[in-house]
Each structure stands twice: as structure tokens, then as C-alpha cells.
């Protein structure tokens, strides 16, 4: 068991310099950008942020993971793909549990990190208009 603990972190560290290293940057920073874009849409629409509403509103947590999953999805694929490339080109052979883990750190783990962020620093930058009743826009003539 040992030897397989072994390997498997032999392995993961060797991706960083061996062929196909762009994806370690690059893969991160595609699921943070999709990241940004759904906190900045939770932020217009007035939901709260992506691991709290996970949290407070279990009821919502299924369509919640199939949103995130729909815009993660495609980030995580391309991981996966991409690490069995790398896997059969440097070892010539495929560890699918060192795949899930690689796709699961560079497509999902990213994502998940800016969401809720995005949205709170959307919030606190957005424009707010005061609201107004309408006894006071009569007072200060603006109705």
C-alpha cells in the first residue's frame, strides 16, 4: 500500500514539470473564469453566495451542483482527457484514480474558490438605487 502512495505522489508532482505542464495554469484559471462569470449572475439575481446557499438551502443543493456542474463540466472533461494523454505518453499506462484527483483539483476545487468571492465583490461594487417611498419623492418633488 505504501508503494502505491508512493507513486501516486511521485506522479502528481511530476506533472508539474513534464510534458503537458501549460494545463496546470491553465486549466485552474478556465474554471476560475467560469467561476466569476456564475458569481457575478448569482450577484445580479440577488441569490447569495454559491457555498452558502449549498448550505443554507439544502432543498436548492440538486439544482445548485447541476448549475455549477453545467458550466464546470466541460473544464473538467478536458482535465480528465488531458491527464489519460499525459498518463499514457509518460508511464504508458492509466491511473484513473490520479486522473479524477488531477481533474477534480484543476477543474472543480478553482471554481468553487471564486464563486462565492465574485459574487460578494460584485455585490459591493454594483450601483445600489435608494428606494424611495412615494410620500418622499412628493416632499423632494422628484415624483
Known amino acids: 500500500m505504501e508503494e502505491l502512495w508512493q507513486r501516486f505522489v511521485r506522479n502528481l508532482l511530476g506533472r508539474f514539470d513534464g ?5 496546470i495554469v491553465v486549466q485552474p484559471l478556465m474554471a476560475a473564469a467560469f467561476g466569476i462569470y456564475s458569481g457575478i449572475k448569482d450577484a445580479r439575481a440577488g441569490k447569495p453566495a454559491y457555498l452558502w446557499g449549498m448550505i443554507l438551502n439544502p432543498e436548492h443543493r440538486k439544482g445548485l451542483l447541476r448549475e ?3 458550466h464546470v463540466g466541460r473544464v473538467f472533461v478536458l482535465a480528465v482527457i488531458l491527464d489519460v494523454g499525459y498518463q499514457l505518453y509518460v508511464h504508458h499506462a492509466f491511473y484513473p484514480g490520479e486522473t479524477l484527483t488531477v481533474a477534480f483539483v484543476l477543474a472543480i476545487i478553482p471554481y468553487f474558490i471564486v ?8 455585490r459591493l461594487f454594483r450601483k445600489k438605487t435608494p428606494v424611495t ?3 418622499a419623492r412628493k416632499k423632494t418633488g422628484a415624483g
Open 19 to 23: 510534458p503537458l505542464h501549460f494545463r
Open 68 to 70: 455549477a456542474w453545467k
Open 115 to 122: 464563486r462565492g468571492p465574485a459574487n460578494r465583490i460584485t
Open 133 to 135: 417611498s412615494p410620500a
